[in-house]
């Protein structure tokens, strides 16, 4: 705490002012001080901006180095209504005929026989399947009670142990009714009273249907997704009551009849009918249930109490089918386990949403469903699609299981059609593909028909505008990253403008305190000796020739593909490019411009104009970063950084010394306070003592 100072009392002197008027003398080194430091963050913020400019153009630099910059490929096809083409980087300048087309690839289909309804015109499918039941032609459903679940298990380490979140007193129903997938790879579940963990095959899971313990046979890594569809033989709903009332909404419809658990509080009842009765004594009616909704109402004098605990334990219905198909990835065989309460579209939905190789379609006019493939060609052996045994699924390309999508829907007796593969004749080579669009050495051909006795060629050439355009957009960029260095280096300095200080704030204007700092942060990068180096680099690395094997004489220097530096010196060195020169060596040798860029080598003059760059580059990053530093590094890890830090210390050591020669001051001022005081008091004593003898 500072005393309080109250001057000038007896000698009537401003002390105050005098103090304050000192103080701004002795303070003058310490504004210098706080302006240089100013200046010195400016200078350090400067080289910042500018290592951000240089790391820029280094990401130019790596894209500039790949091949497809200079290996742009266009196609040519002499009947596009038979064949069309593209290719990447990778193909290389060459030509292919296909001769002939014998077979188009196509997608297995398979289309149910009749309508799946009895008077598709009047069939919503928005509606429940519980609800549709008796429009279907085959109307006798095998309706499984239990309930539907599905998990998503992220694998926290590399293990081949997970485990189901099963609720008390549930369990598994049927591993048949299970799906066990993990990326795109599917699983079969296997039950573990029927087999051993040691037994396993590598696409099995061992499954505790008590416990809901999953084990594959080998680790899964870290971060794997494993996705389970199951069913279980019970549901049990728990909730807490937020205020008093008489209704209980389950979380699903279509409930079983009779089987229900109820506990309110410590109060246990159970369903007999549609009545809600006391467990130990049916006799005594609580409620009523509605099975159709879901919906247990007590009765008024049953009103449930805010905040009690509901638990309902109880089975809806469901049915379960299988779909699958083979791939190129291998068989896929999804179960989907449909509530009673579900619609028709939600099922279709939910078929096509699946990643199991098919998708569903019915027609609202005919009532008739197919199953497609989702891919073409025949990935389960050599079939003849005219003449396939329905009963022999072995054959077929799309495989259906379960009563509901056999029976139902129809796809027991569905003939399956399609499934080729393309057959066709490539320079000369009868083959075959799965799908009509498909890949040769970089070359991609898409089939739009069959045909014979007719040549279609593929020419490959490079897309010479292409490449053009990439190399004159990172001149663009080099010249754009020279004219900001250069800017910083002729940028004037005006010396006469230092950082204002608060003072100097408050009486100018927000214009003016703009102006004056626009002056102020003016060169501070002025003619520096490390930009400067690095320009001088760059503009090395350009004209320098490049002595490699791979680059012919004629393309060893930029000016020889009609690069080359504009007359004006003040630019530091941007270059200009003669289009038409430059387009007539991309055409006459695209191989040797990549290499006159991208080549590499043991020395400098091997080296390819980029990889010089990015050595250039990399190097003056490094100075800037060891003078400026970065965000991550902390004061003391760059020069710049340990004078700021030098230049705190003094200003804080010099602000200690302010405040000890204030206090001096007013040390003094106050003895000579003091001093006339006391002269005052004994000048009065004496003229007391005079006029006391007169």
């Known amino acids: 705490m500072s005393n309080m100072r109250i001057g000038g009392l007896a000698s009537g002197i401003d002390t105050d002012k005098i103090i304050s008027d000192l103080m701004k003398a002795e303070r003058m080194p310490l504004q210098k001080m706080e302006q240089d430091r100013t200046w010195l963050t400016w200078q350090r913020d400067a080289y910042r901006e500018m290592n951000t400019l240089f790391l820029n153009f280094r990401s130019q630099l790596t894209d500039m180095k790949m ?19 593209s290719a990447t980087s990778a193909a290389s300048q060459s030509s292919y005929t296909i001769s002939e087309v014998t077979q188009m690839a196509s997608a297995a289909t ?34 499984k009670q239990g309930s539907v679940k599905q998990e998503s298990i992220s694998a926290k380490t590399e293990t081949n142990q997970f485990s189901l979140v099963l609720q008390d007193g549930v369990k598994i129903n049927n591993v048949d009714e299970m799906s066990i997938k993990v990326g795109s790879n599917y699983y079969t579940a296997v039950d573990s009273t029927q087999k051993s963990a040691d037994d396993l095959l590598e696409n099995e899971v061992l499954v505790d249907t008590s416990t809901g313990d999953l084990t594959f046979k080998n680790n899964l890594s870290k971060g794997a997704e494993v996705k389970v569809k199951y069913t279980t033989d019970f549901q049990v709903d728990i909730m807490s009551t937020s205020k008093a009332g008489t209704k209980i909404k389950l979380s699903n419809e279509q409930i079983v009849q009779d089987n229900i658990a109820l506990t309110i509080g410590d109060n246990e009842y159970i369903a007999d009918g ?16 509605d099975y159709e909704t879901g919906t247990i109402t007590m009765n008024d004098d049953n009103t449930i109490p805010a905040e ?3 638990s309902v334990k109880y089975q809806y219905d469901y049915i379960n089918f299988r779909a699958g198909a083979h791939t190129k990835d291998g068989f896929k065989d999804e179960v989907f386990n449909i509530k009673g309460s579900q619609s028709f579209n939600s099922l279709l ?17 005919t009532g008739q469903m197919s199953l497609t493939r989702t891919e073409t060609g025949n990935f389960n052996g050599s079939i003849d699609n005219s003449d396939v045994s329905t009963d022999d699924a072995s054959n077929q390309e799309i495989i259906t299981s379960g009563s509901f999508i056999n029976e139902q829907m129809g796809f027991d007796l569905a003939q399956e059609t399609g499934g080729t593969n393309a057959e066709f004749t490539l320079n000369g080579l009868t083959t075959s593909r799965s799908s009509n669009s498909f890949t040769v050495s970089g070359v ?46 002729q940028e004037d300095r005006y010396r006469d403008y230092k950082p204002l200080t608060d003072k100097q704030r408050e009486e100018l204007s927000d214009r003016q305190q703009e102006l004056w700092e626009e002056k102020a942060k003016s060169g501070l990068l002025r003619s520096d000796s490390t930009l400067s180096g690095a320009l001088n680099n760059m503009r090395r690395d350009f004209y320098t020739s490049v002595e490699n094997s791979d680059v012919p004489s004629m393309y060893q220097q930029l000016s020889s593909i009609g690069i080359t530096t504009t007359a004006n010196y003040l630019e530091g060195g941007k270059l200009e490019i003669n289009e038409s020169k430059l387009k007539e060596a991309i055409q006459d040798d695209p191989k040797a411009i990549e290499d006159l860029f991208t080549s590499d080598g043991a020395s400098y003059d091997q080296k390819g104009i980029l990889q010089r760059m990015t050595d250039s580059v990399n190097q003056v990053m490094d100075r800037v970063t060891e003078k400026a530093g970065n965000t991550f590094k902390t004061e003391d890890q760059y020069s710049m950084g340990k004078r700021l830090d030098d230049m705190d210390d003094r200003i804080e ?24 005081q006391r002269m005052n008091s004994q000048s009065t004593y004496l003229m007391q003592q005079f006029g006391g003898g007169m």
């Open 349 to 365: 939905s939910e078929v096509n949403q699946a990643d199991n190789g098919v998708s569903m379609f019915y027609d609202e006019m």
């Open 274 to 289: 549609t009545n809600i009765v006391k467990k130990d004594d049916n006799s005594i009616v609580v409620g009523t249930i």
């Open 110 to 143: 398979k289309v149910n026989n009749a309508s799946i309804f009895n008077d598709p015109s009047s069939i919503d499918t928005s509606k429940s399947l519980s609800e549709l039941q008796s429009e279907f032609a085959s109307n006798s459903f095998d309706w």
């Open 444 to 489: 991609t051909f898409n089939l739009k028909q069959t045909f014979s006795n007719q040549n279609v060629t593929v020419n490959v050439s490079n897309d010479s505008e292409a490449v053009f355009e990439n190399i004159k957009g990172f001149v663009e960029k080099y010249n754009e990253l020279i004219g900001k260095v250069q800017d910083k280096l």
């Open 653 to 676: 050591a010099f602000e200690d010394r302010l405040i000890q020669v204030e206090d001096r001051y007013w040390r003094q001022f106050t003895e000579m306070e003091k001093a006339i």
């Open 308 to 310: 009690t605990n509901v």
């Open 67 to 85: 091949s497809d910059m200079y290996r742009s490929r266009v196609t040519s096809t002499t009947n596009e209504d038979l064949v069309t083409s």
